[in-house]
C-alpha cells in the first residue's frame, strides 16, 4: 500500500488505496499558528508596558526580552510544525467500492467511514494561500442531523478534489442502481410467493433499462460502464441555467447593507450635535486667546471631516469585502443538482441535491426595500464536521445563497431556471393579509412595549438631574442631556410606529395545494416558500391575551439547518390559523383543490 | 375550528411533574438562599454597628426570598402541574397525531405520520415508580413527547404508530 503513488488513475478515476492529505497543509498550518503566536507575545509585551515605561529599560532588559520572545516562537513553532506533521502523517482518505474512509490520530486513532449512498454533496473552499498553492479544503456533506457528521479533507490538490468527487458520485449511482437491483429481485421473490394474486403490482413495477440492469459487481462497472454514467450524471450533466453577478450589482450590493444606513444615521447625528459639544468641552470663554478662537473654528470642521472619513472607509470596506466574496459569483442548475461558486480571493464552491433544499427565501433588507433588490437564498438541511462542531455553530452558514442581489422582477425567472420545482408557489394576488386586530397588537407590544420603559427611564433622569446642585458652568450641558433624553424618546415613537404600520402592511400569508408563503417583516421582508410536503410538523400558538381578540400564531417547521428551522407568522384570524392546522393534515390540501374548483 | 383531541395522560403524571418541580424549586433556592444566610449567620458574632446593620439586611433578603420560595412551591408544585394536566389532550389519528398543551401559549400540534421517523418509548425511575412510561415521537425536525401514558399503553401506542408510519402515504 503505497501512500504516495497517484491519486488519479490514468484512465480518469482515483487509484485505490490511502491517499496523504497535500504536504502544503504542513506549512499552512504552521503558519496560522504562528501568526497566533505572534498575537499573543505583542500582547504580553504590550501588558508590560506600563511596567517598562514606569522603570526604564536597562541593556539586560532588552536581551532578556528578546531571548524570551525568540524562545517562545521557536518553541511554539517548533511544537506546531510536529504536531502538523503528524496529523499530516497519520491523515489518509481512501475510496473502497463502498465507502470513503478517513483514518486520522496519533494517540486515539479514528476511523471515519461515509457509505457513498450517504453522500449528499462534496464542497471545495480555498483561501487565498491556498490557491496560490493550487489545493482545497474539501468537504464531505452527509445526510445531515447532529448524528451524521460531515467529514473533511483539509488540503488536497484541486484536481484530485474533482476527481475525487467525480468519482464518489459516479459510485453513488451504480451503488443505488445494485440497491434498485436487489430489490427489483427481492420483489419479484415476494411476489413469486405470493403467486397469482398480484398480477397487478406486477405491471405496475416499471422493468430498469436493459443499459442499467447489468451490475454484477461494483469494481467491473466503473470499469465497464464509466462511459454510461458519465454521460448523465453529475460533473456531466449539462447545464440547464445559470447567472452570475454583474460588477453593479456587486457594488451595490455593499452599499445597501442595512448597517450603512445606521452609521450614517449615527454619523449625521453626531455631526449636528458637534458645534454644541464643542461648546461644552469647556472651550466657550475660557481661554481667552487667539490660539483659542483658532482651535474653535478648526475643531468643527475637523471632526466633521473625520465623521465623513469614517463613513467613506465603512463603505469602501463593504464594497470591499462584498466584492471578494461574491467575486466571480455563478450560480448554475445541473440535473437534480444546484451549484454556487464564489470569491474572489478565497473561492467556495458548493453544491446541493434538490431534494434537500427545505424552502426559498426572498429576503430584502430596508434599504434593498426601497430600491427594489432582494437576496435569494436556498435553505437546505445541513451537516456538521467534527471540525465545526467543535468551532461551534455560530460559523455555520446556513442556506445557499442563489443570488446576492437581485431585481425583484427578475426573481421569478432566476427562481424558475435555478429550481423549477417552486413554480407553483402562490402569486401576489393570492396573499391573504392580516385582521386589523394584529394591527393594535403590533403597535402595542413593538411601539409601546418599548416607549413606556424608556419614558419612565427618562422622567426618572430628568428629575434626578433637575433636582442635583449642578455648578453653573455645566448647567448648559445638563439641560442639552435631558433635551436628548426627551429626543430620544420621540425618536423612539415615530421610527417603531412606522416599523408596527410596516409589519402590519408586510404580514401575509397564502397557501395552496403544494406551497406555503409567508411574508413578514419589520423595516425589510423576509419572503419564505415552504414546499407542503417539507413541513415536519406544524402547530398554532395562542396566549390568553391573542383569545380575547380572537387570534393565533401559526408556525411551519422545516429540516432545514442542523436540528431544523421554525418559520411563524403572528396574530391571524383564529379560524384561519384553524384553517392552516387542518391544510397541514394528510390530504389536507385536497380540500383547498376542490372547493376551488367548485368555486369556477 | 376543529374540537380538541381526546385522549388524556394518566392522572398519575401529575405526581411525577410535582415531584421534578419541588426538587427543582428546592435547589434553586437553595442555591440562592444559602450563600446568604450562611454569611448572615456568620457574621452574627460580630458585635459592632456596621456589622449588625449588615446582618440584618441580610436577614430581610432571606426572609424574602423564602417568601418567594413557599409562593414558588405552590405555584410549581400544586397548581401548574394541575392546570397542566388539563391542557393536554392528544390523539392519533391513521395519518397523524395531534396534540393539544401548554399552560400560557396554548399550542395544537399536528405531526403527520409520513413525516415519523422513528418513534420509542422511555421510562425514568420516578416515571417507573408510578408505573408510567412517554412515548416519542421523532421527524427530521426534531421530537414530540407525549408523556405519563401507563406502560402498556405507551408500548401498544409505539408499535400503532409505528406501524401506522410505514403504511401512510399521501398522494400529492
Sequence with gaps: MSKENNVIAPGGGITPGPHRIHPAYVVMAALQALVGIIIAIAAGLLGSLGEIMNQGLGGTDIVVIVAITGAVLVLGLAITLTAAYIYYKRFTWEITESDIIIRSGLFFKKQVHVPFQRVQSI???????????????????????????????????????????????????????????????????????????????????????????????????????????????????????????????????????????????????????????????????????????????????????????????????????????????????????????????????????IPRVQSVQISQGFIRRIMGYAELKLLTIDSMTAEESQQGTQQLQSGLVIHPFVKLDRVDSILAGIIPEFDQRPQPAEYKTLPKVAFRRVVNRHTILTALPYAAFALIATLLLSNLPIPAQIEDFIVWIIGALWGILVLIIIGRTIGSILWYKNAAYSYNKTMLLIRQGFYGRITTIIPRNKIQWAQTKQNPIQKMSNVANIVAVTAAGVSGTKTSLRDLDAEEASAYLDWIRPHGNRVIRETKEEGI | MRALPNRKLDKRITRVWRLSALINVIVWSAIAILPIAITSFALKPDRSAGVQDAVVVLDIITIALLIVMAVLLVLCVVILPKIRWIQWSFEVHEEEIDIHKGIFWKKRIIIPLIRVQNVDTKQGPVMRANGLASFTVATAAGEHEIPGLEVEEADKLRDQVAVLARIAQEDV
Design chain 1, 123 to 353: 464542497d471545495f473552499s480555498a483561501s487565498i494561500i491556498q490557491r496560490i498553492i493550487g489545493i482545497v479544503k474539501l468537504k464531505i456533506d452527509t445526510a445531515g442531523g447532529s448524528t451524521n457528521r460531515g467529514v473533511l479533507i483539509p488540503g488536497i490538490k484541486l484536481a484530485e478534489a474533482e476527481a475525487l468527487r467525480a468519482e464518489v458520485f459516479r459510485r453513488k449511482k451504480i451503488s443505488e442502481i445494485t440497491q434498485d437491483e436487489a430489490m427489483q429481485q427481492k420483489m419479484q421473490e415476494a411476489r413469486a410467493q405470493m403467486g397469482e394474486g398480484t398480477a397487478i403490482a406486477t405491471s405496475a413495477a416499471v422493468p430498469l433499462n436493459a443499459a442499467d440492469k447489468l451490475v454484477d459487481d461494483v469494481g467491473s462497472e466503473i470499469g465497464g460502464l464509466r462511459g454510461v454514467f458519465a454521460d448523465n450524471y453529475y460533473e456531466e450533466a449539462p447545464v440547464e441555467y445559470e447567472h452570475g453577478l454583474k460588477a453593479k450589482e456587486l457594488v451595490l450590493s455593499a452599499l445597501s447593507g442595512d448597517h450603512n444606513l445606521v452609521i450614517f444615521a449615527a454619523l449625521v447625528g453626531l455631526a449636528t450635535q458637534v458645534p454644541q459639544l464643542a461648546g461644552f468641552l469647556g472651550l466657550d470663554g475660557m481661554l481667552e486667546t487667539a490660539v483659542e478662537s483658532v482651535l474653535r473654528s478648526s475643531v468643527v470642521p475637523l471632526i466633521i471631516g473625520i465623521i465623513v472619513f469614517v463613513f467613506l472607509i465603512t463603505l469602501v470596506l463593504g464594497i470591499l469585502n462584498s466584492a471578494l466574496s461574491y467575486g466571480g459569483f455563478k450560480a448554475r442548475r445541473r440535473g437534480g443538482r444546484i451549484e454556487v461558486e464564489r470569491g474572489l480571493l478565497s473561492r467556495q464552491s458548493r453544491g446541493v441535491a
